[in-house]
């Protein structure tokens, strides 16, 4: 299993302290100390990434409030035994269809949803494949601890029809799949995903 860089782990943890810290936070002073923690994360982050420190802080600002992961998605969809994909127009490589959960979402709703609109199909989650830290597969994340849910799913319906974030849509055998974006669905995944196909009795696969 790959760990992410030590400046990673160290940042994250930075700027999850002072995230916390701010919301809680009930004198000026404390507020200083928790907001100059959070600007020596984005050093960190400016640093090793090249990155303008004004895009860090924008990341660090998304989710205000109590640090927690976040929850990436994904729907895995097969036909005739090939895994229906998606190639994002962001990085132009392929992924399972799905991205962030919503606020309100049930998991196997938003990942159904995230099908049918980056693919175009409609499907119906039948089990989870799996439950990842997506920072430790892959390619880490660069700002966000995240959690990626995997689901199996059966397509009910539709035909390839990609939104304005998605390039093509395709079935892909296990054997001849296409360049993955390393940061969405990565190669252990999808062999998982093909093992549950195999043997519908598989468990749960968990980080």
């Known amino acids: 299993m790959d760990e992410p860089p030590d400046w990673i782990v160290w940042a994250r943890q930075l700027q999850a302290l002072a995230q916390t810290g701010l919301t809680y936070a009930q004198n000026p002073f404390d507020r200083q100390r928790y907001e100059k923690l959070s600007s020596l994360a984005v050093e960190i982050y400016t640093s090793h990434t090249g990155q303008a420190a004004a895009i860090v802080q924008e990341w660090f600002l998304v989710q205000p409030g109590y640090a927690t992961p976040k929850v990436d998605v994904r729907g895995c969809c097969f036909r005739d035994g090939r895994v229906l ?31 049918r ?30 959690f990626k849910l995997i689901f199996l799913c059966d397509i009910t319906g539709g035909a390839p029809d990609p939104d304005h974030e998605i390039l093509e849509v395709g079935f892909f055998d296990r054997e001849a799949l296409p360049d993955l974006s390393p940061w969405r669905t990565t190669l252990a995944q999808l062999r998982e995903c093909f093992a549950h196909l195999d043997d519908p009795s598989r468990p749960t696969a968990f980080d």
Not at 95 to 115: F, H, I, N, Q, S
């Open 85 to 115: 994909m998606v190639r994002e127009r962001q990085d132009g490589l392929w992924c399972l269809p799905g991205g962030w959960a919503d606020v309100g979402d049930r998991p196997a709703d938003a990942t159904c949803r995230e099908v």
């Open 117 to 146: 609109e980056e693919s175009g199909f409609t499907c119906e989650a039948r089990k989870v494949v799996g439950v990842f830290d997506a920072n430790r597969q892959g390619r880490p994340l660069p700002a966000f601890h995240a």
